[in-house]
């Protein structure tokens, strides 16, 4: 890349602003901020902390140490928290801007996988190189509270969280976390029953059960527990996959391996506990609304009814009328229905219960052995044999089964929710009663319902629900309505008498006995109570969040701290015991086979001698799954408050000054109020809209358990989220659809070349993968990070995406530079400034910028910040000396922009302390009252002048004033006025003929 100044470098005089000097004055100040420990900020407790000052926590989504580093396109979010943390301290607020790396990741792993070499090693050479690029970009972080994930005092207390976690329950009564210890007592006194029908089925007394039955008891409550559940088992690759690492063909995005649905054994988090306060703590979150509608939409909170379908296998009782008749007598059952071919449905559409014709039961689900038949029953429907790719031909119920089972398992559970036009399923050869009309519906299996969703089975009601529809349309089933649809609907939708899909809304209910007539809302109510009396159903709410699967089989994260005795019981161990270090170990990689039913063998069972444990003489066995990485990224925040603590997670009044605010107008109480309290926690948390939900979601139910526990005073980790967008690059693809280096595309005539072959340009976010990355570095050198910080700034609004284009990064550099001549001789390097007044005109659009910029960049409005200061700093280029009182608040209002050039020319100005911490300008009210404003005079709505008069002046004077105006006056020769519209302080139209 050229440098604008090359053409002239012989020339250049010794002190013009160019990028050698910027880069000069860039490492100085760095190297003086670092020696002065400029932005560390004290804590209560500390020498020279300042509690008379208000406080804010800034923070940004700490990154992952890549081994390419950044792009100029990662530090968009970092510069605008930087800005904004330096013009907060200049506002006299103590000011918490703190780094750290989200270290514990896959790349690490693999490469370790590759090379042999410990993943800490490429880890933390991968930190300083991103450290340094950050430092060479000017970022003010705290130096003292730096962190990675991958530190062992820092998953010490990561650990420490998860032992809380597991000793703790949820007390619905109490509606919060607590000690399981008061889950004990409890049990004992009876005042909870001990266990259900699964965990005593004897229904024995708590002093009756053995220990191990106790055990059971206990960990059936934990918030942190081992379950058995289907995950994406890839055995080639010896580890469970997230959803996201298996593709579209049921393969592994790493490898291309098969990948198998699989009940395994893994540690659980029991985050649905949360739901409801995970919702309505929203609503007091200042977030973008579109990041609240995800995690509302993920925790899919839905009120409707539980309902039980009795299944009959051929030969049994398919009246039904010994389970009406038992059910109307011994009630609803909760937990697990009484019969044991009950099939427990959730619908949020009771009021369709008439209209159901089928049932469909997740591949998984317990009872599809028990209900697919050895042979078709006469009544099958040949459709019903089983539709999908690779259906065998003739095959019994069974073998069909067999086979759509295999089938299923090669698909993740996110394509199994993709809406597919095609369906695909296989009849049990079983029917089920359906409660509301004792009619026999066929029981299918069907991948499109997960038996991690709801209960694992639905009732369908095809004429009311699309997915339904497509799927009876498709095995010849009937769609009976039952919920009456509008005139112009039905004249749509219902051709010669069949439905062509499916009425999803509401209406009047019809061919629907109990609730006939009844708005779509009455009856629902009603036919719930119907169910209830009948002991059939129950009204209930459901949620689409599922608990979540905390178990990883790799060698890079952190340990569990957490034993196992011979039984197989759990032991947790002490924070006396922490941290579990990982042990060394030959090979990082999990071991692999083909065998798809094979069990998984993590790495860190290497670790022979680490992973037993003996204790008073008795051998246990460590856990040796790891956490995954967002075990770290979920209190990471918690950590910067004081991260040399050894001692605890963070100190309570530490903690309480950086994350316990009141609420405007209000005073901080001792401990949080909702009536006073901010709801919580970091002031201003800016990231990526792309960690909506997993990230922030996790963070949050952490936070909510560390709340109740009494560890932190706020129930929320967040109060202020900001999503900024993305820096854009052109993109460029060859003839075989592969991107090419952007950096080495010419273009020709409009056309763009690679290698002199002809290529396609694209517009996307800018990254590795599509070779459109651009060095920060590399602007760093040409121009400077003044800069290349001013430029991220002043592309547009920090929340929008935008294109990078590196020609346009001159236009702010040439600011810089006109604002340094405007203020430096460029030969001598002397200060070109005068102690003498300036100007009213100036002094007048001075105060007008500082008051538009401290708006600014109170609402992260960078860009029109820098806007003002280059027409500011235009008005001055015509001036040959600046006064110093309008010198010194120009500079103040550069240096949170661009604060090396800021820091030197505040040297030159005479100050010895650093611009750091001296207060931003104040604008003087009484300057900003224009004393003449300038308005359009328009002639039949085209403007014909333009007059000067007091922004107080009435429509009269304004009449006056335009008729005055020379040109205006010319251009209504030979015309009469017929009218006369004057808007104070807009505009001016006479309409003339």
């Not at 993943?119 to 705290?142: C, V, Y």
């Not at 209960?455 to 799927?471: L, S």
């Not at 991260?643 to 309480?656: F, G, M, R």
């Not at 003002?868 to 008005?875: D, G, P, T, V």
């Amino acid at each position: 890349m050229s440098n604008p100044d090359s053409a002239t470098q012989d020339k250049t005089p010794a002190f013009r602003y160019v990028g050698k000097l910027a880069q000069q004055i860039e490492a100085k100040w760095q190297d003086r901020w670092d020696e002065n420990q400029t932005f560390h900020v004290p804590n209560p407790g500390d020498a020279n902390f300042d509690a008379s000052k208000p406080k804010q926590f800034i923070m940004d989504m700490f990154p992952y140490p890549s081994g390419v580093g950044l792009h100029v396109g990662h530090p968009l979010g970092y510069i605008a928290t930087d800005l904004y943390a330096r013009y907060l301290r200049m506002k006299g607020f103590n000011v918490l801007h703190p780094m750290g790396y989200d270290a514990f990741g896959l790349p690490a792993e693999q490469y370790a996988i590759q090379t042999g070499q410990h993943p800490r090693i490429t880890t933390e050479k991968n930190i300083a190189n991103m450290q340094s690029q950050m430092r060479r970009l000017g970022l003010g972080h705290d130096p003292q509270r730096g962190l990675a994930t991958i530190d062992v005092e820092f998953y010490k207390w990561t650990q420490w969280i998860f032992l809380e976690i597991y000793n703790s329950w949820y007390d619905d009564e109490a509606d919060r976390a607590r000690p399981i210890a008061t889950l004990i007592e409890k049990l004992e006194s009876g005042a909870i029953p001990a266990g259900d029908g699964e965990t005593n089925p004897e229904g024995k007394t708590w002093t009756q059960l053995s220990q191990n039955e106790q055990a059971a008891i206990i960990d059936s409550h934990r918030l942190a527990y081992l379950a058995e559940i289907p995950v994406n088992w890839c055995p080639a690759l010896g580890t469970v996959l997230a959803n996201e690492e298996v593709n579209a063909e049921g393969r592994s995005e790493r490898g291309d391996h098969p990948v198998f649905r699989r009940p395994l054994k893994q540690w659980m988090m029991r985050i649905t506990e949360y739901c409801d306060r995970l919702l309505d703590d929203l609503e007091p979150l200042d977030w973008p609304e579109p990041i609240k509608k995800m995690q509302r939409d993920w925790i899919g909170k839905s009120k409707g009814a539980e309902v039980d379908f009795l299944a009959v296998e051929p030969g049994g009782d398919s009246s039904g009328t010994s389970f009406f008749e038992s059910r109307k007598k011994l009630g609803w059952a909760e937990g697990s229905p009484i019969e044991e071919l009950a099939i427990r449905v959730f619908t949020t559409r009771p009021d369709t219960l008439y209209g159901a014709t089928y049932m469909v039961l997740a591949p998984e689900h317990p009872l599809v052995d028990q209900l697919t038949q050895d042979e078709w029953p006469e009544t099958t429907v040949e459709a019903w044999k089983g539709q999908f790719p690779g259906s065998p031909e003739g095959a019994s119920p069974k073998e069909m089964v067999q086979s759509y089972r295999a089938y299923a398992e090669s698909k993740s559970d996110v394509d199994r929710q993709k809406d597919e036009k095609v369906k695909t399923g296989v009849f049990t050869g079983s029917f089920a009663i359906n409660p509301v009309n004792g009619h026999l519906v066929p029981i299918f299996i069907a991948d499109y319902v997960l038996m991690g969703y709801g209960t694992g089975a639905i009732m369908a009601v095809p004429a009311h629900d699309e997915r339904d529809f497509e799927f009876a349309r498709q095995f010849e089933l009937p769609t009976p309505i039952v919920v009456e649809p509008p005139k112009k609907w039905k004249k749509k939708n219902i051709k010669d008498g069949e439905l062509v899909s499916a009425f999803s809304g509401e209406g009047k209910a019809v061919n629907s006995e109990v609730i006939d007539g009844l708005e779509t809302q009455e009856a629902k109510a009603k036919i719930i109570g119907f169910l209830e009396e009948q002991g059939l159903g129950k009204g209930a709410i459901n949620y689409r969040l599922r608990d979540w699967l905390f178990s990883r089989q790799r060698y890079w994260g952190e340990p569990f701290p957490i034993i196992f005795d011979e039984d197989g019981q759990t032991i947790a161990l002490t924070i006396d015991d922490l941290p579990v270090e990982l042990p060394e170990v030959d090979n990082y990689a999990p071991e692999t086979n083909d065998d798809p039913d094979s069990k998984p063998q993590p790495p860190l069972g290497r670790a022979k001698e680490w992973a037993k444990v003996t204790i008073d003489g008795k051998e246990y066995a460590r856990e040796l799954n790891t956490m995954p990485n967002w075990a770290g990224s979920c209190w990471y925040y918690l950590r910067y408050l004081q991260p040399q603590n050894n001692n605890a997670l963070v100190d309570k009044e530490v903690e309480s000054y950086w994350m316990h605010s009141a609420k405007k107008g209000k005073e901080k109480g001792d401990t949080y109020d909702p009536q006073t309290s901010h709801i919580g926690g970091v002031d201003l948390y800016v990231g990526g809209a792309e960690h909506a939900v997993l990230h922030l979601l996790y963070s949050r139910f952490w936070h909510k358990l560390l709340f109740d526990l009494g560890h932190v005073s706020t129930p929320e980790p967040f109060g202020r989220l900001f999503n900024q967008g993305y820096v854009q690059a052109a993109s460029y693809k060859n003839s075989r659809n592969f991107y090419v280096e952007a950096s080495e595309v010419e273009e020709k005539d409009g056309q763009f070349f690679f290698e002199d072959e002809e290529v396609k340009r694209e517009f996307g976010k800018m990254g590795k993968s599509l070779k459109n990355a651009v060095s920060p570095d590399e602007m760093c050198e040409t121009y400077g990070a003044d800069t290349l910080r001013l430029y991220e700034m002043y592309m547009g609004p920090l929340e929008a995406s935008k294109p990078w284009n590196t020609r346009d990064i001159v236009g702010v550099y040439r600011f810089l530079q006109r604002l340094w001549r405007n203020l430096v001789d460029e030969d001598s390097g002397e200060l070109l400034v005068t102690d003498n007044a300036p100007d009213e005109e100036t002094e007048r659009l001075l105060h007008k910028t500082i008051a538009g910029a401290t708006k600014d960049m109170e609402s992260l409005g960078f860009n029109t910040a820098i806007a003002k200061l280059i027409e500011f700093n235009n008005h001055l280029t015509s001036q040959e000396k600046i006064s110093r009182s309008v010198a010194e608040p120009l500079v103040q209002m550069l240096s949170p922009l661009a604060p090396h050039i800021a820091e030197e020319l505040w040297e030159k100005l005479g100050h010895t302390d650093g611009i750091t911490y001296t207060d931003y300008p104040v604008a003087n009210p009484d300057l900003l009252v224009e004393d003449s404003i300038e308005l359009p005079v328009m002639i039949n709505g085209k403007v014909r002048g333009k007059i000067n008069v007091s922004p107080e002046a009435n429509p009269k004077e304004l009449e006056e004033a335009a008729l005055a105006n020379e040109r205006v006056a010319e251009s209504l020769e030979g015309l009469s006025i017929k009218k006369v519209i004057a808007i104070p302080g807009k505009m001016i139209n006479l309409v003339a003929k």
